[in-house]
Protein backbone atom coordinates (compact mmCIF):
# COMPACT_ATOMS: atom_id res chain seq x y z
CA UNK A 1 0.00 0.00 0.00
CA UNK A 2 1.33 3.24 -1.50
CA UNK A 3 1.46 6.29 1.50
CA UNK A 4 -0.99 8.86 0.28
CA UNK A 5 0.95 11.93 0.35
CA UNK A 6 4.10 12.69 -2.09
CA UNK A 7 7.44 12.94 -0.72
CA UNK A 8 8.61 16.07 -2.42
CA UNK A 9 5.31 17.89 -1.27
CA UNK A 10 6.62 17.29 2.11
CA UNK A 11 7.59 21.01 3.38
CA UNK A 12 8.75 19.73 7.07
CA UNK A 13 11.56 17.65 5.30
CA UNK A 14 14.33 21.05 5.09
CA UNK A 15 12.78 23.14 7.85
CA UNK A 16 15.92 22.98 10.27
CA UNK A 17 17.92 24.23 7.52
CA UNK A 18 15.52 27.00 6.64
CA UNK A 19 15.78 27.90 9.89
CA UNK A 20 19.44 28.25 10.39
CA UNK A 21 19.60 30.34 7.20
CA UNK A 22 17.12 32.90 8.69
CA UNK A 23 18.52 33.19 11.64
CA UNK A 24 21.80 33.61 10.57
CA UNK A 25 20.48 36.42 8.01
CA UNK A 26 18.77 38.04 10.80
CA UNK A 27 21.95 37.93 12.63
CA UNK A 28 24.41 39.22 9.97
CA UNK A 29 21.34 42.15 9.38
CA UNK A 30 21.76 43.11 13.13
CA UNK A 31 25.54 43.30 13.17
CA UNK A 32 25.59 45.60 10.01
CA UNK A 33 22.97 47.53 11.29
CA UNK A 34 25.03 47.87 15.26
CA UNK A 35 28.13 48.73 12.90
CA UNK A 36 26.90 51.43 10.74
CA UNK A 37 28.73 54.45 10.61
CA UNK A 38 27.32 58.21 9.55
CA UNK A 39 29.80 61.28 9.05
CA UNK A 40 28.74 64.92 9.71
CA UNK A 41 29.17 66.63 6.40
CA UNK A 42 27.98 70.21 7.06
CA UNK A 43 32.07 71.57 6.30
CA UNK A 44 33.34 71.78 10.38
CA UNK A 45 34.97 68.33 9.61
CA UNK A 46 39.13 68.23 9.36
CA UNK A 47 38.68 67.32 5.55
CA UNK A 48 37.76 71.25 5.06
CA UNK A 49 39.63 72.76 7.31
CA UNK A 50 42.08 75.79 5.66
CA UNK A 51 45.16 76.17 7.79
CA UNK A 52 45.41 79.48 5.56
CA UNK A 53 42.52 81.59 6.65
CA UNK A 54 43.56 81.93 10.07
CA UNK A 55 44.54 85.28 11.41
CA UNK A 56 47.72 86.32 12.20
CA UNK A 57 47.92 88.01 15.47
CA UNK A 58 48.44 91.87 15.85
CA UNK A 59 51.22 92.96 18.25
CA UNK A 60 50.38 96.77 19.17
CA UNK A 61 53.01 98.81 18.98
CA UNK A 62 53.90 100.44 22.62
CA UNK A 63 56.16 103.09 23.25
CA UNK A 64 58.02 103.69 26.55
CA UNK A 65 56.80 106.52 28.34
CA UNK A 66 60.53 108.38 29.66
CA UNK A 67 60.13 109.91 33.22
CA UNK A 68 62.10 112.65 33.93
CA UNK A 69 64.95 112.35 36.95
CA UNK A 70 63.69 113.69 40.20
CA UNK A 71 64.58 117.15 40.97
CA UNK A 72 67.82 117.45 43.23
CA UNK A 73 67.43 118.16 46.82
CA UNK A 74 67.57 121.22 47.91
CA UNK A 75 71.13 122.82 49.74
CA UNK A 76 71.41 122.23 53.19
CA UNK A 77 70.42 124.95 55.61
CA UNK A 78 74.38 126.96 56.68
CA UNK A 79 74.95 126.67 60.20
CA UNK A 80 74.29 129.94 62.22
CA UNK A 81 77.05 130.61 64.10
CA UNK A 82 76.52 132.48 68.10
CA UNK A 83 78.56 134.95 68.52
CA UNK A 84 79.64 135.52 71.77
CA UNK A 85 81.06 138.86 72.98
CA UNK A 86 84.06 139.45 74.94
CA UNK A 87 82.51 140.49 78.29
CA UNK A 88 80.95 137.06 78.98
CA UNK A 89 83.61 135.08 80.89
CA UNK A 90 84.38 131.43 79.74
CA UNK A 91 85.67 129.05 82.02
CA UNK A 92 89.29 127.16 80.99
CA UNK A 93 90.48 123.99 82.21
CA UNK A 94 93.57 124.05 83.81
CA UNK A 95 95.40 120.90 83.11
CA UNK A 96 98.27 120.22 85.69
CA UNK A 97 101.82 119.36 84.39
CA UNK A 98 102.74 115.26 85.21
CA UNK A 99 106.48 116.20 85.20
CA UNK A 100 107.97 116.47 88.80
CA UNK A 101 110.15 119.08 89.71
CA UNK A 102 114.03 118.08 90.52
CA UNK A 103 113.41 118.74 93.76
CA UNK A 104 111.04 116.05 94.13
CA UNK A 105 113.26 113.60 92.38
CA UNK A 106 113.95 110.36 94.60
CA UNK A 107 117.62 109.38 94.05
CA UNK A 108 117.98 105.87 93.03
CA UNK A 109 121.11 103.81 94.83
CA UNK A 110 122.64 101.68 92.29
CA UNK A 111 122.28 97.90 92.77
CA UNK A 112 125.05 95.74 92.05
CA UNK A 113 124.11 92.24 89.95
CA UNK A 114 125.88 89.58 91.31
CA UNK A 115 126.69 86.85 89.14
CA UNK A 116 126.15 83.46 90.95
CA UNK A 117 128.61 81.05 89.72
CA UNK A 118 128.09 78.55 92.74
CA UNK A 119 126.20 76.03 90.91
CA UNK A 120 127.22 76.79 86.97
CA UNK A 121 129.11 74.54 85.60
CA UNK A 122 131.78 75.96 82.93
CA UNK A 123 133.28 73.34 80.24
CA UNK A 124 136.73 73.18 79.46
CA UNK A 125 136.40 74.72 76.25
CA UNK A 126 135.04 78.42 77.39
CA UNK A 127 136.13 79.38 80.38
CA UNK A 128 138.39 82.41 81.25
CA UNK A 129 141.35 81.02 83.35
CA UNK A 130 141.70 76.68 83.22
CA UNK A 131 142.74 74.93 85.98
CA UNK A 132 146.28 74.66 85.86
CA UNK A 133 147.98 71.82 86.29
CA UNK A 134 150.73 70.97 88.78
CA UNK A 135 153.58 72.57 86.62
CA UNK A 136 152.27 74.69 84.40
CA UNK A 137 152.07 77.25 86.93
CA UNK A 138 155.01 79.50 84.87
CA UNK A 139 153.85 79.04 81.40
CA UNK A 140 151.57 81.89 79.88
CA UNK A 141 148.08 82.17 80.03
CA UNK A 142 147.01 81.54 76.40
CA UNK A 143 149.51 78.37 76.91
CA UNK A 144 147.97 76.85 79.66
CA UNK A 145 144.81 74.89 78.22
CA UNK A 146 147.47 73.30 76.00
CA UNK A 147 150.17 72.53 79.40
CA UNK A 148 146.81 71.51 80.55
CA UNK A 149 146.23 68.69 78.30
CA UNK A 150 149.85 67.57 77.77
CA UNK A 151 150.31 66.87 81.11
CA UNK A 152 146.86 64.90 81.82
CA UNK A 153 148.04 62.66 78.76
CA UNK A 154 151.56 62.30 80.85
CA UNK A 155 149.65 61.62 83.82
CA UNK A 156 147.57 59.03 81.80
CA UNK A 157 150.70 57.15 80.32
CA UNK A 158 152.50 57.05 83.69
CA UNK A 159 149.89 55.47 85.83
CA UNK A 160 148.01 53.13 82.79
CA UNK A 161 147.75 49.83 83.61
CA UNK A 162 146.31 46.87 81.56
CA UNK A 163 143.57 44.45 83.70
CA UNK A 164 144.88 41.12 83.75
CA UNK A 165 141.56 39.78 82.55
CA UNK A 166 140.59 41.73 79.98
CA UNK A 167 144.18 40.09 78.43
CA UNK A 168 143.47 36.71 79.22
CA UNK A 169 139.27 37.67 77.26
CA UNK A 170 141.08 39.76 75.18
CA UNK A 171 138.80 42.43 75.87
CA UNK A 172 140.18 45.79 74.10
CA UNK A 173 138.49 49.40 73.22
CA UNK A 174 137.72 52.76 74.41
CA UNK A 175 136.63 54.03 77.56
CA UNK A 176 135.10 57.23 77.89
CA UNK A 177 135.71 59.16 81.15
CA UNK A 178 134.48 62.39 82.52
CA UNK A 179 135.21 64.11 85.70
CA UNK A 180 134.79 67.60 87.11
CA UNK A 181 137.71 69.84 88.48
CA UNK A 182 135.73 71.44 92.05
CA UNK A 183 136.13 74.91 92.98
CA UNK A 184 138.99 73.92 95.31
CA UNK A 185 140.96 72.08 92.41
CA UNK A 186 139.96 68.46 93.64
CA UNK A 187 138.71 65.96 91.21
CA UNK A 188 135.25 64.25 91.48
CA UNK A 189 132.34 62.94 89.87
CA UNK A 190 134.32 61.00 87.84
CA UNK A 191 131.88 58.70 85.39
CA UNK A 192 133.28 55.85 82.59
CA UNK A 193 131.92 54.21 79.44
CA UNK A 194 133.28 51.63 77.97
CA UNK A 195 133.17 48.11 76.67
CA UNK A 196 134.10 46.06 79.28
CA UNK A 197 133.38 46.99 83.64
CA UNK A 198 137.08 46.00 84.44
CA UNK A 199 138.38 48.53 81.05
CA UNK A 200 136.28 51.02 83.01
CA UNK A 201 137.15 50.30 86.84
CA UNK A 202 140.93 50.50 85.86
CA UNK A 203 139.85 54.21 83.76
CA UNK A 204 139.02 55.10 87.05
CA UNK A 205 141.76 54.17 88.91
CA UNK A 206 143.75 56.38 86.60
CA UNK A 207 141.90 59.81 87.10
CA UNK A 208 141.52 59.58 90.53
CA UNK A 209 144.69 59.59 90.94
CA UNK A 210 144.64 62.94 89.24
CA UNK A 211 146.65 65.85 91.64
CA UNK A 212 144.98 68.80 93.35
CA UNK A 213 144.94 71.41 90.95
CA UNK A 214 144.21 75.14 91.03
CA UNK A 215 140.71 75.91 89.76
CA UNK A 216 139.19 77.23 87.07
CA UNK A 217 138.09 80.93 87.05
CA UNK A 218 135.19 82.71 85.33
CA UNK A 219 135.22 86.66 85.67
CA UNK A 220 137.74 86.24 88.59
CA UNK A 221 135.73 83.40 90.49
CA UNK A 222 136.32 79.45 91.32
CA UNK A 223 134.16 77.48 89.06
CA UNK A 224 133.17 74.21 88.48
CA UNK A 225 135.20 72.80 85.29
CA UNK A 226 133.90 69.64 83.60
CA UNK A 227 136.03 67.75 81.20
CA UNK A 228 136.20 64.40 79.62
CA UNK A 229 138.96 62.39 77.67
CA UNK A 230 139.09 58.69 76.22
CA UNK A 231 141.42 56.49 77.21
CA UNK A 232 142.32 53.37 74.98
CA UNK A 233 142.77 50.15 75.66
CA UNK A 234 144.69 48.00 72.77
CA UNK A 235 146.19 45.04 73.02
CA UNK A 236 149.67 44.69 70.93
Known sequence: MQ????EKADLSKNSGLYFIIGLSSILFISWQAIEWKTYDRDGYGYERLN???????EIP?????????????????????EVVEDEEEVEETVIESTETD?????????????DDFEDVDVPF???????????????AKSKRRECFQDKINKHIRKNFRYPEIAQEMGIQGRVYVNFIISKDGSISNIRMRGPDKNLEKEAARIIGKLPSMTPGKQ???????????????RLQ
Open 219 to 233: RGRPVRVPFSIPITF
Open 102 to 114: QDEIVEVEEVEIE
Open 51 to 57: VEDDDDE
Open 125 to 139: AVIEDVPIFPGCEKV
Open 3 to 6: PKKN
Open 61 to 81: ITEQIKVPPPPPPPPPAPEVI
